[in-house]
Protein backbone atom coordinates (compact mmCIF):
# COMPACT_ATOMS: atom_id res chain seq x y z
CA UNK A 1 0.00 0.00 0.00
CA UNK A 2 1.58 3.27 -0.94
CA UNK A 3 2.14 5.64 1.84
CA UNK A 4 3.64 8.79 2.72
CA UNK A 5 7.44 9.64 3.35
CA UNK A 6 8.28 12.96 5.28
CA UNK A 7 11.66 13.98 7.65
CA UNK A 8 11.20 12.70 10.61
CA UNK A 9 12.02 16.00 12.26
CA UNK A 10 13.07 19.65 11.59
CA UNK A 11 14.90 22.49 13.68
CA UNK A 12 14.22 25.91 13.50
CA UNK A 13 14.22 29.01 14.88
CA UNK A 14 11.40 31.94 15.66
CA UNK A 15 10.67 33.97 12.99
CA UNK A 16 11.95 31.85 10.01
CA UNK A 17 10.15 30.24 7.41
CA UNK A 18 9.27 26.31 7.78
CA UNK A 19 9.17 23.91 4.26
CA UNK A 20 8.06 19.84 5.06
CA UNK A 21 8.01 18.46 1.92
CA UNK A 22 6.14 14.88 1.81
CA UNK A 23 6.74 12.49 -0.80
CA UNK A 24 3.48 10.87 -2.25
CA UNK A 25 4.21 8.60 -5.33
CA UNK A 26 1.49 6.86 -7.26
CA UNK A 27 -1.33 9.49 -5.33
CA UNK A 28 -5.19 8.95 -7.01
CA UNK A 29 -6.42 11.05 -9.54
CA UNK A 30 -8.93 12.34 -7.17
CA UNK A 31 -6.92 12.31 -4.22
CA UNK A 32 -6.36 15.70 -2.16
CA UNK A 33 -3.37 15.96 0.19
CA UNK A 34 -4.16 16.72 4.21
CA UNK A 35 -1.94 17.58 6.48
CA UNK A 36 -2.59 17.91 10.47
CA UNK A 37 -0.80 19.57 13.34
CA UNK A 38 -0.27 17.54 16.73
CA UNK A 39 0.58 19.11 19.96
CA UNK A 40 1.54 17.20 22.82
CA UNK A 41 -1.03 15.70 24.94
CA UNK A 42 -3.85 16.54 22.21
CA UNK A 43 -5.13 15.10 19.11
CA UNK A 44 -4.27 16.24 15.66
CA UNK A 45 -5.51 19.04 13.84
CA UNK A 46 -6.42 19.51 10.48
CA UNK A 47 -4.78 22.44 8.98
CA UNK A 48 -4.46 22.55 5.38
CA UNK A 49 -5.93 20.19 2.41
CA UNK A 50 -5.09 20.47 -1.51
CA UNK A 51 -4.96 18.94 -4.22
CA UNK A 52 -2.45 20.88 -7.29
CA UNK A 53 -0.95 24.49 -7.37
CA UNK A 54 -0.92 26.76 -4.25
CA UNK A 55 -3.04 26.58 -1.23
CA UNK A 56 -3.03 29.10 1.64
CA UNK A 57 -4.83 29.69 4.99
CA UNK A 58 -4.27 31.70 7.99
CA UNK A 59 -1.92 28.90 9.33
CA UNK A 60 0.15 27.42 6.47
CA UNK A 61 0.54 27.50 3.01
CA UNK A 62 0.32 24.07 0.43
CA UNK A 63 2.39 23.67 -2.34
CA UNK A 64 1.90 21.14 -4.96
CA UNK A 65 3.59 20.46 -7.85
CA UNK A 66 1.91 19.72 -11.07
CA UNK A 67 3.32 15.94 -11.52
CA UNK A 68 1.26 15.30 -7.73
CA UNK A 69 3.90 13.08 -6.30
CA UNK A 70 5.28 15.51 -3.52
CA UNK A 71 3.47 18.45 -1.52
CA UNK A 72 5.13 21.12 0.50
CA UNK A 73 3.64 22.92 3.40
CA UNK A 74 5.16 26.24 4.55
CA UNK A 75 4.76 27.77 7.70
CA UNK A 76 5.89 31.43 7.29
CA UNK A 77 7.38 33.18 10.31
CA UNK A 78 7.39 30.33 13.23
CA UNK A 79 7.12 30.84 17.10
CA UNK A 80 7.49 28.52 19.68
CA UNK A 81 4.10 27.54 19.47
CA UNK A 82 4.01 26.22 16.38
CA UNK A 83 6.65 23.48 17.82
CA UNK A 84 4.40 20.40 16.89
CA UNK A 85 4.14 17.02 15.06
CA UNK A 86 3.12 17.75 11.32
CA UNK A 87 1.47 14.80 9.52
CA UNK A 88 0.92 14.86 5.73
CA UNK A 89 -1.78 11.85 4.57
CA UNK A 90 -3.48 10.80 1.57
CA UNK A 91 -6.27 9.18 0.95
CA UNK A 92 -6.05 5.64 2.59
CA UNK A 93 -8.00 2.57 3.14
CA UNK A 94 -6.56 3.00 6.82
CA UNK A 95 -5.82 6.87 6.97
CA UNK A 96 -2.44 5.77 8.35
CA UNK A 97 -0.88 9.13 9.97
CA UNK A 98 2.75 7.50 10.06
CA UNK A 99 5.13 9.00 12.33
CA UNK A 100 5.24 12.44 10.87
CA UNK A 101 7.82 15.27 10.97
CA UNK A 102 8.55 16.99 14.80
CA UNK A 103 9.29 20.50 14.09
CA UNK A 104 11.35 22.20 17.20
CA UNK A 105 11.34 26.11 17.24
CA UNK A 106 14.02 27.30 19.39
CA UNK A 107 14.08 30.98 20.70
CA UNK B 1 -20.23 23.00 18.09
CA UNK B 2 -18.65 21.12 21.40
CA UNK B 3 -16.23 18.81 19.49
CA UNK B 4 -15.46 14.88 19.48
CA UNK B 5 -15.98 14.38 23.35
CA UNK B 6 -14.18 11.85 24.77
CA UNK B 7 -14.40 10.48 28.51
CA UNK B 8 -12.55 9.70 30.84
CA UNK B 9 -9.58 12.13 30.14
CA UNK B 10 -6.94 9.80 32.17
CA UNK B 11 -7.63 6.13 33.11
CA UNK B 12 -5.63 4.20 35.36
CA UNK B 13 -6.25 0.32 35.80
CA UNK B 14 -4.83 -2.88 36.63
CA UNK B 15 -4.47 -5.46 34.76
CA UNK B 16 -6.87 -8.13 33.76
CA UNK B 17 -9.55 -5.32 34.49
CA UNK B 18 -12.49 -4.20 32.32
CA UNK B 19 -11.95 -0.96 31.12
CA UNK B 20 -14.45 1.14 28.51
CA UNK B 21 -13.52 4.31 26.83
CA UNK B 22 -16.45 6.86 25.50
CA UNK B 23 -16.59 9.02 22.31
CA UNK B 24 -19.27 11.05 21.20
CA UNK B 25 -18.75 12.79 18.04
CA UNK B 26 -19.50 15.05 15.78
CA UNK B 27 -23.24 15.82 15.01
CA UNK B 28 -23.93 15.35 11.66
CA UNK B 29 -20.64 13.71 11.21
CA UNK B 30 -21.33 10.23 9.52
CA UNK B 31 -17.78 8.58 10.35
CA UNK B 32 -15.80 7.65 13.44
CA UNK B 33 -12.56 6.84 13.83
CA UNK B 34 -10.40 4.87 17.09
CA UNK B 35 -7.28 5.16 17.25
CA UNK B 36 -4.14 4.73 19.41
CA UNK B 37 -1.04 6.25 20.17
CA UNK B 38 2.49 5.25 21.32
CA UNK B 39 6.01 6.41 21.21
CA UNK B 40 6.70 3.22 19.18
CA UNK B 41 3.77 2.56 17.15
CA UNK B 42 2.75 6.14 16.53
CA UNK B 43 -1.01 6.94 15.72
CA UNK B 44 -2.31 3.36 14.63
CA UNK B 45 -6.11 3.29 13.52
CA UNK B 46 -7.92 0.56 14.90
CA UNK B 47 -11.34 0.93 13.82
CA UNK B 48 -13.59 2.86 11.64
CA UNK B 49 -17.70 2.69 11.39
CA UNK B 50 -19.70 4.28 9.05
CA UNK B 51 -23.43 5.54 10.11
CA UNK B 52 -22.23 3.21 13.09
CA UNK B 53 -22.13 0.18 11.25
CA UNK B 54 -17.96 -0.48 11.39
CA UNK B 55 -16.35 -1.06 8.26
CA UNK B 56 -12.79 -1.74 9.12
CA UNK B 57 -11.57 -2.95 12.35
CA UNK B 58 -8.66 -4.73 11.04
CA UNK B 59 -6.40 -2.89 12.96
CA UNK B 60 -8.03 -4.09 16.43
CA UNK B 61 -5.08 -5.84 17.91
CA UNK B 62 -6.79 -8.81 19.11
CA UNK B 63 -10.08 -10.08 20.75
CA UNK B 64 -9.46 -8.49 24.26
CA UNK B 65 -10.37 -4.47 22.07
CA UNK B 66 -14.39 -4.21 21.21
CA UNK B 67 -16.00 -1.60 19.68
CA UNK B 68 -19.53 -0.48 19.46
CA UNK B 69 -21.28 2.38 18.49
CA UNK B 70 -25.37 1.79 19.11
CA UNK B 71 -26.39 4.88 17.48
CA UNK B 72 -25.07 8.28 15.60
CA UNK B 73 -23.72 10.52 18.98
CA UNK B 74 -21.91 7.71 21.12
CA UNK B 75 -19.44 4.92 20.58
CA UNK B 76 -17.15 2.76 23.13
CA UNK B 77 -13.97 1.18 23.06
CA UNK B 78 -13.99 -1.65 25.38
CA UNK B 79 -10.97 -3.78 26.18
CA UNK B 80 -11.06 -6.78 28.51
CA UNK B 81 -9.33 -8.23 30.08
CA UNK B 82 -6.85 -5.01 29.82
CA UNK B 83 -2.57 -5.75 29.62
CA UNK B 84 0.67 -3.88 30.46
CA UNK B 85 1.24 -3.39 26.79
CA UNK B 86 -2.57 -1.97 26.48
CA UNK B 87 -1.22 1.58 28.03
CA UNK B 88 -1.55 4.20 25.23
CA UNK B 89 -3.42 7.47 24.28
CA UNK B 90 -6.78 6.28 22.46
CA UNK B 91 -8.65 8.72 20.29
CA UNK B 92 -11.53 9.02 18.57
CA UNK B 93 -12.21 11.18 15.80
CA UNK B 94 -14.94 12.21 13.38
CA UNK B 95 -15.78 13.03 9.64
CA UNK B 96 -18.13 13.96 7.12
CA UNK B 97 -17.85 11.66 4.25
CA UNK B 98 -16.34 13.77 1.55
CA UNK B 99 -15.42 10.85 -1.15
CA UNK B 100 -11.80 10.03 0.26
CA UNK B 101 -10.91 13.05 1.08
CA UNK B 102 -12.34 13.24 4.63
CA UNK B 103 -11.26 15.96 6.77
CA UNK B 104 -10.54 14.59 10.97
CA UNK B 105 -11.72 16.10 13.55
CA UNK B 106 -10.12 14.39 16.71
CA UNK B 107 -11.17 14.29 20.35
CA UNK B 108 -8.51 15.36 23.26
CA UNK B 109 -7.60 11.37 23.70
CA UNK B 110 -7.81 9.01 27.03
CA UNK B 111 -4.51 8.45 28.52
CA UNK B 112 -4.87 4.91 29.61
CA UNK B 113 -2.32 3.08 32.21
CA UNK B 114 -2.43 -0.39 33.14
CA UNK B 115 -0.51 -1.44 35.71
Known amino acids: LAKTTQPISMDSYEGQEVNITCSHNNIATNDYITWYQQFPSQGPRFIIQGYKTKVTNEVASLFIPADRKSSTLSLPRVSLSDTAVYYCLRPDYKLSFGAGTTVTVRA | DAGVIQSPRHEVTEMGQEVTLRCKPI?????LFWYRQTMMRGLELLIY????????DSGMPEDRFSAKMPNASFSTLKIQPSEPRDSAVYFC?????????????FGSGTQLSVL
Open chain 2, 49 to 56: FNNNVPID
Open chain 2, 27 to 31: SGHDY
Open chain 2, 93 to 105: ASSVSQGRNEKLF
